[in-house]
């Protein structure tokens, strides 16, 4: 009951949110930019080591993710190319997140830690990538349990906790995990609908 109520409370606070912002006439693909420049301090902040102001940075830049998409369609400005922009700059965001960490960990010395965010920044790519060239070849590929929402989350509980390392090796291994998941899944649908698109036994051609 409680947190239904709490639940219930945000809701009607980022509608409040998104419905000011959309009586601005602000263009949706603006506070696209807008989160992404947070984004960039908060990896500037990871850089630094200032994990705990990071995190609020990475909630702040989220709030704006959340943003965009409501208030392009509260305003009627639902574009095919606002929806690609936000596919691009969260990919950055990604990135740009991960290359903070790097640095923070290269200016430390710390090599192990080093490879370890490059293959977690190996994974979060590849997770993408994977479900993006699947729906190439089979109507949709969402399997797998760790995609950008959940690692946002992560990589927020490790950095007001100030445990980024654990937060690492679990998006490393749990994004390798869905990628290969997405593979498995990939083949064995696609191998479905070139079973189900041959002819089945017994029937017979048209004729010319």
């Known amino acids: ?13 980022l509608l409040a949110i998104v419905r000011a912002f959309a009586a601005t006439g602000i263009s949706p ?9 947070v ?9 630094y080591g200032y994990f705990r102001w990071a995190g609020l940075a990475v909630v702040l830049a989220g709030l704006f993710d959340m943003l965009d998409g409501r208030v392009a369609r509260l305003s009627n400005q639902v574009t095919p190319f606002g929806g690609f922009l936000d596919s691009v700059l969260d990919r950055y965001s990604d990135l740009c ?19 370890l965010v490059a293959v977690a920044m190996i ?11 699947a729906e190439n070849l089979i ?10 929402p959940e690692r ?7 950095a007001v ?22 593979v498995v899944y990939t083949l064995q649908e696609s191998r479905r609908l070139v079973l189900s698109s041959q002819p089945q036994h017994g029937t017979q051609s048209p004729s010319p």
């Open 1 to 13: 009951m409680i947190t239904r109520q709490i639940g219930r409370t945000l809701s009607l606070i």
């Open 29 to 37: 693909n603006v506070l696209t930019f807008i989160g992404f420049a």
């Open 39 to 47: 984004t960039l301090l908060g990896a500037y902040l990871f850089a």
């Open 97 to 115: 997140l991960m290359i903070g960490l790097l640095l923070f960990y290269g200016r430390a010395n710390r090599s192990w830690y080093v490879v």
């Open 123 to 133: 994974g979060s790519v590849m997770t993408s990538y994977a479900r993006a060239r």
């Open 139 to 148: 109507p949709t590929c969402k399997v797998g349990f760790l995609e950008r």
């Open 152 to 158: 946002m989350v992560l990589i927020i509980i490790g």
């Open 161 to 182: 906790l100030d445990r980024m390392a654990p937060v690492m090796w679990i998006i490393a291994v749990l994004s390798t995990w869905t990628v290969i998941h997405r």
